[in-house]
């Protein structure tokens, strides 16, 4: 067999082409493929076939379209029979296949070949795997299936692979010199997406370095005319700066340093760099090899000279190819009509121009601009994995600079500048965690661009993350974000992406008026404002990657935080960085619970705070509960609050926040993992293992397996070590409530 989804979806088997049957069906088999090999809820399938309104028998009709499927795929299949592609999953569907029948699975394959060569500096075998990998994309993801359909999270996190394999073939292209190879597959991208100025960035670069220099420019003015109109923005710094060096033709047929491709930290190149034979007696000087320079010296004073039209030079001069204008190296007093000035405005920085390096003639001056000259350093470029252009710099504003074909009336376009501060409180002080908030800050001070805190119910993921997020304000001057996903809220449903982007863009001083339709359009205006910012992005409680995805900043200088209640395997395999929080250690609980209701009433009743702290399972969320009460009760011994804990019986009566908190995490799982949860208090034994899990609820030992894994990334279990999970104190007397409340669970 053979499946097709990068593009229409399609299904062969051997040289044959089967009908999928009706765009509902077809749709059905095109999530199934996106999903790659792990199962797909039923849920997710209603909502994908019905966006708005599924009908009553929607669940009979998602079976006929499985059986329809299964008729297609395994024609001599006898009725009734599970067959051996697509089988049935608790709660959901998977469809069997391997790498070689799915193109979706041969292109992530070829693209880990490709980031392998790239980490370990082999550039030229990198960009032959990932145009290899783009071979496979033929169109827009799953096309054929109705358009609400498509615009299913599940497709759109597809196309964003696709667009960001796009970005690194180009990268190992442009280093190792055989930029053509990238090209075909960049102006693909560049149609998908025409609002991505990294991708631009990369475009404008690879056609300069396949000597195609006039549709470079021309490529730049099309997207700097795009933005100005669709988004009310001029170009940032990443392809302000691709701009540049194509108008100073530093753009060569063959890089000679830089990083290799950006995959979380600059992999340097070793190999001394190869240079063409020169075709004329001229020697050609090698390129610096240390891709990060040292530090320029500061400026000194300009040397004075008569302003021509309003513009002056603040940095040292240069020289450039001439006619270049005020703004390049050309003649003093010059200037060329149509190359447009990047300044700073309401979101961000520019760089001016074709030469904001100081590189124009002496005594040149903008109304409202001042360039500001940093001698010749050689600057990176944001995002791209080669060196930019040397002795850029960013403009600064005087006064109101706008592009000439932006209307005066919108500036940037989307409102003033607003510097965010959305953090909740926080505690003023935090007892313990000392280890996980000095992880916390060696993770910020990395690659990483998100940083995944999480853990069970009640275990402190919200409190340590505002905790942190406060201390760390000065590393993001930009301002700070914060969404309470209510990803566990057993209230209220959770946030969807689309509400939390409305809301940070108001937040980000968007209107309404200017806010687009639609989750891309909303996420595309999103990260075009953060790439020009260091924002730090707070989602607190998500409930899964679908609802992260479009929330997640790409800009180099934005730091997304999370918290949730779900391992998210998903956001980790994509690069987050992961803490999972434990139990504090009992001396931490003591001292929490003392710094709560103080001091001397645990020092005066050491004995009884002990018990509390045990009764509670050191969770913090339960220290807290019990504490509210204490504080509430200065006349109340402790002694009597842990008598109260243990008379509650092996329930959770004396914790009522805590059995609120479970629920949130218990009301997610599916029924057969439910079902394991309820029955798990009666193992014996401290661990708990896949083959005492399938004894006890009389299942196999494989799908036993699968649920307390299932269990574990719902972190309603701990997996201390492989194949051995155990079951918090708190966790397995809830579990031994709902087996009570939803009666005798069947099994053994």
């Not at 993001?476 to 939390?500: H, I, M, T």
């Not at 790409?554 to 999972?580: F, I, Q």
């Not at 204490?630 to 914790?655: F, I, K, Q, T």
Request: charged share 20%; glycine share 12%; proline share 9%.
């Amino acid at each position: 067999m053979r499946f097709e989804v990068l593009g229409p979806v399609r299904v062969w088997r051997e040289e044959r082409e089967l009908d999928p049957g009706f765009p509902q069906q077809r749709a059905l088999l095109a999530l199934l493929l996106a999903h790659a090999g792990r199962s797909v809820p039923t849920t997710e399938i209603v909502d994908v076939l019905w966006a708005e309104r599924p009908p009553a028998s929607a669940l009979n009709v998602v079976r006929r379209y499985v059986g329809a499927l299964r008729r297609l795929l395994e024609p001599g299949l006898p009725p009734r029979a599970p067959g051996r592609r697509l089988l049935r999953r608790t709660g959901g569907y998977l469809l069997e296949a391997a790498t070689d029948e799915v193109d979706l699975l041969r292109f992530r394959e070829l693209t880990r070949q490709g980031k392998r060569a790239a980490a370990t500096g082999r550039a030229e075998t990198a960009a032959r795997q990932f145009v290899l990998a783009l071979g496979e994309w033929r169109g827009q993801v799953a096309m054929g299936i109705p358009v609400s359909a498509r615009e299913h999270v599940q497709f759109t996190a597809v196309q964003r692979e696709l667009l960001e394999t796009a970005r690194l073939a180009a990268d190992a292209a442009l280093l190792c010199g055989h930029a053509e190879q990238a090209l075909p597959a960049l102006r693909r991208a560049t149609a998908h997406d025409p609002l991505d100025e990294s991708l631009h960035a990369r475009l404008v670069l690879v056609l300069a370095a396949c000597g195609l220099q006039a549709e470079a420019l021309g490529a730049y003015e099309d997207v700097r005319r795009r933005l100005a109109c669709d988004l009310g923005l001029t170009p940032g710094t990443e392809l302000a700066a691709a701009h540049t060096r194509v108008l100073r033709q530093d753009v060569g047929h063959r890089l000679k340093s830089g990083p290799v491709v950006h995959l979380d930290r600059p992999i340097h190149t070793t190999k001394p760099p190869t240079t063409p034979a020169p075709t004329t007696p001229t020697p050609t000087a090698a390129a610096p090899t240390a891709p990060f320079p040292p530090e320029p010296p500061t400026p000194g004073p300009a040397a004075p000279a008569p302003a021509t039209n309003g513009i002056r030079t603040l940095g040292p001069t240069g020289t450039g190819a001439p006619g270049m204008g005020a703004l390049g190296a050309g003649a003093p007093g010059t200037s060329v009509p149509g190359i447009g000035v990047c300044v700073e405005g309401a979101f961000g920085v520019g760089v001016a121009g074709a030469g904001a390096s100081g590189s124009g003639a002496p005594g040149t001056e903008a109304p409202g601009v001042a360039a500001r000259g940093t001698g010749t350093p050689r600057v990176e470029a944001p995002g791209i994995g080669i060196p930019g252009p040397e002795g850029s710099a960013a403009a600064e504003v005087g006064g109101p600079g706008r592009m000439s074909d932006v209307p005066a009336d919108r500036g940037r376009g989307v409102g003033e500048f607003v510097r965010p501060a959305q953090l909740p409180s926080a505690l003023p002080s935090l007892v313990g965690r000392v280890v996980e908030s000095e992880w916390l800050e060696r993770a910020a001070g990395s690659a990483a661009g998100v940083v995944l805190v999480g853990g069970m119910a009640g275990i402190g993921k919200s409190t340590l993350a505002l905790h942190w997020a406060h201390r760390a304000t000065d590393r993001f001057p930009d301002g700070q974000l914060y969404v309470a996903l209510r990803g566990s809220d057993p209230a209220r449903p959770a946030v969807e992406s689309a509400d939390a982007l409305r809301a940070m863009l108001a937040a980000l001083g968007v209107p309404a008026s200017r806010m687009p339709d639609g989750l891309d359009a909303l996420t595309g205006m999103y990260r075009t404002l953060l790439a020009r910012r260091r924002v730090l992005v707070v989602l607190d409680d998500a409930v899964g990657t679908g609802q992260l995805s479009p929330l997640l900043p790409t800009g180099p200088g934005c730091l997304a935080l999370v918290t949730s209640r779900h391992a998210l395997p998903g956001l980790v395999a994509s690069g987050a960085r992961p803490l999972r929080l434990a139990t504090p250690p009992a001396e931490e609980a003591y001292a929490l619970l003392a710094g709560l209701i103080g001091a001397e009433r645990v020092t005066a009743e050491p004995r009884a705070a002990d018990e509390i702290v045990a009764r509670c399972g050191r969770l913090p969320l339960a220290l807290a509960a019990v504490a509210a009460r204490a504080a509430g009760r200065r006349d109340l011994p402790l002694a009597a609050v842990a008598g109260e804990l243990r008379g509650a019986h092996g329930s959770l009566d004396a914790l009522a926040a805590i059995r609120e908190a479970f629920q949130g995490s218990y009301r997610l799982l599916a029924p057969d993992s439910a079902r394991l949860f309820r029955l798990l208090p009666r193992h014996e034994g401290p661990d708990i293992t896949p083959a005492g899990a399938a004894a006890l609820a009389g299942l196999p030992v494989r799908r036993a397996r699968l649920l307390l894994g299932v269990l574990a990334d719902a972190h309603l279990l701990t997996e201390p070590a492989p194949g051995r999970y155990t079951l918090h104190d708190l966790l397995r007397v809830f579990a031994t409530e709902r087996a009570a409340a939803e009666g005798r669970p069947r099994g053994r």
